[in-house]
């Protein structure tokens, strides 16, 4: 028997980043909202103390805050004609669960798209001429003049740690001046940088490059953001990515907004709460709420004047197709919208190996970095290149933990004796540089529903299909000997190239980067949602996160997201909630 809850002004579904920016935004104009997370709950002092959050074998072996694959998952493949099959232990990419999502283990490193990002076709289009055919990329329906205030209020929230490049058209020396326009300065300065930044900082400066410190949710001395929440100096410990902070000094909905938000009496969690499918009504012109099942395998229905999706992109994507919501992506006939254009990340990097230094990796940050970004987005001509996009090179000390990180050089074993010497005298004279690459839409790359495996619940599960292009190919190509060229500039003993040189492979971690499936657009006919998150079938369901992407660019993409959410947030207050209905007209 289904129990039926009262009914609220709103349900959010999940409780990372997203969640918490809604629950905050919209409970102070006094509604009612519900928040339910199907993992269970977190907090800093509870389940991060400094005593056992740096456990490398438990958070990240044994993947203590991510989703486990025995209760839900997805079946992979590289091309349509191979049989997926079901992932059973995550590599590539980690979904978190549990309260703040991946806001908790994330690095920090939190960058604004580029200008031209939000403009990919037609940007592209009219400097270089017609895209191929295959290549499904489309322009955001929102600019970045639009979202600037929007960055800027998520950058203050967080305490972001960096240096202006760009300050309302003012280019100025030691930021990225490349960067869109900002309104004001990080509210924090740059992190202090080591030994590798250094270098990498002297070596791009010789090529003619533009380093700049990378902008960090790491925290390079104690803040209060606008809530009035307290955030610590960061120790650099280097436990971030993977890692809940135990000091206060990374940005999470822990240390941000849930001590705010948990107290106001019109807000609700519920944990571990798993929602099944979203509810319409007889016309299926309106989301009535969500039914979900407890702890316990109870079923609930929670009804809603407004529904938000608020989960990782992959799991958003998989209930708007559960709960058929729009038509699901035929990459066969170029029809349907859920699943299209899903991206991800291209990446590639160069490892640099020092005889008379010591680089102590141990100590770090996960967003202590220095970048260029000369060769991102379109900040260089790709005339008679083949490819568009772009990729920032960067060199971060995100802690050498040694589980994960066995540095050694070209040539060694991959085990024993020769192997464990090698290891031995590298381990603390080792840095890297990382080129993080965007991700162009393509017709072949998409997600639908598997037709043979199933849920413990009885329901498909998420099918991915996925390779990596020729565009991105190209891109790798041409930006990765940059990076090496870098590497050798940094005064090394030698330097060994990680190349894209393969198809790609679910296994190895890269990022947790995953982007598209309910990409946002100008239409129906183009995308799932509108310009401010709205489904374009059921007027008060929005879905938040990168599945909004249309393509994925060269940087990290939470501060985008966060962007979105709050642009999103504004629309549902000043316009919604005043006159109920589509936000923008098919």
């Known amino acids: 028997m289904t129990q039926l809850h009262r009914e609220v002004d709103v349900v959010l579904v999940g409780f990372g980043w997203t969640a918490a920016i809604l629950a905050h935004e919209l409970t102070q104009d006094g ?12 907090d800093t002092p509870t389940d991060f103390p400094t005593t056992h959050a740096p456990d490398e074998l438990r958070y990240y072996w044994r993947h203590e805050m991510f989703q486990e694959t025995a209760q839900e998952t997805q079946t992979f493949r590289n091309r349509r004609g191979q049989t997926a099959l079901p992932i059973r232990r995550w590599g590539s990419y980690l979904p978190g669960v549990g309260v703040g999502g991946g806001g908790v283990h994330w690095n920090g490193q939190t960058f604004r798209f580029l200008p031209s990002d939000f403009l990919a076709r037609s940007h592209n289009e009219d400097r270089y001429g017609p895209l191929p055919d295959d290549m499904t990329v489309q322009d955001y329906p929102v600019t970045y003049d639009e979202l600037e205030p929007y960055f800027d209020q998520f950058e203050k929230l967080c305490g972001i740690s960096g240096q202006a490049g760009n300050l309302r058209g003012d280019i100025r020396a030691g930021g990225n001046p490349f960067e869109g326009w900002r309104s004001d300065e990080y509210p924090n300065p740059p992190m202090e940088m080591t030994f590798s930044q250094h270098r990498f900082a002297e070596g ?142 291209v990446m590639s990097g160069v490892d640099v190996f020092y005889d008379d230094a010591f680089t102590n990796e141990y100590i770090g940050a996960g967003a202590l970095g220095m970048v260029v970004d000369d060769y991102n987005g379109d900040n260089f001509d790709h005339s008679g290149l083949g490819f568009i996009g772009g990729a920032y090179i960067a060199c971060w000390t995100t802690n050498a933990r040694p589980i994960e990180n066995q540095p050694v050089p070209e040539g060694v074993p991959e085990w024993g004796a020769e192997w464990k010497s090698a290891l031995q005298k590298n381990f603390l004279r080792h840095t890297s540089l990382s080129v993080h690459g965007a991700s162009m ?146």
Not at 31 to 42: D, F, K, S, T, Y
């Open 441 to 586: 839409a393509h017709r072949e790359n998409y997600l639908d529903l598997d037709p043979v495996y199933k849920d413990r619940y009885g329901r498909p599960l998420m099918r991915m299909t996925y390779d990596f292009t020729v565009n991105d190919r190209r891109l790798s190509e041409h930006i990765t000997p940059i990076a090496a060229d870098i590497a050798r500039g940094m005064g090394g003993r030698e330097i060994k190239v990680n190349s894209l040189d393969s198809s790609y492979d679910i296994w190895p971690y890269q990022t947790t980067h995953n982007t598209g499936g309910t990409i946002m657009g100008a239409s129906p006919d183009d995308s799932v949602v509108n310009r401010y998150l709205q489904s374009w079938d059921l007027h008060n369901l929005f879905v938040m996160g990168a599945g909004a992407f249309p393509q994925n660019a060269g940087y990290n993409p939470t501060g985008t997201v966060a962007a979105l959410t709050y642009f999103s947030a504004r629309a549902i207050r000043d316009q919604y909630l005043r006159d109920p209905g589509p936000l923008v007209q098919a």
């Open 31 to 42: 509604l009612e909202v519900v928040a339910l997370e199907r993992g269970g709950w977190r």
């Open 204 to 345: 791009a400066h010789d090529m003619g490059l533009h380093p700049y410190p990378g902008p960090s949710a790491n925290m390079s001395r104690g803040y209060t953001n606008p809530l009035g929440v307290r955030l610590a100096p960061c120790t650099y410990c280097g436990f971030c990515e993977k890692f809940g902070c135990g000091n206060y000094s990374k940005a999470s909905p822990q240390t941000t907004i849930l001590p705010v938000v948990m107290q106001r009496p019109n807000f609700r969690l519920r944990t571990y709460c798993d929602v099944l499918h979203v509810n319409k009504d007889r016309d299926n012109t309106r989301a009535t709420g969500v039914t979900y099942v407890d702890a316990h395998g109870n079923l609930h229905e929670q009804p809603a004047q407004i529904v938000i999706l608020c989960g990782y992109q992959l799991s958003n994507t998989r209930l708007m197709m559960l709960s058929g919501i729009g038509e699901i992506y035929n990459p066969a006939t170029g029809e349907g919208q859920v699943g299209r254009n899903y991206t991800y990340q």
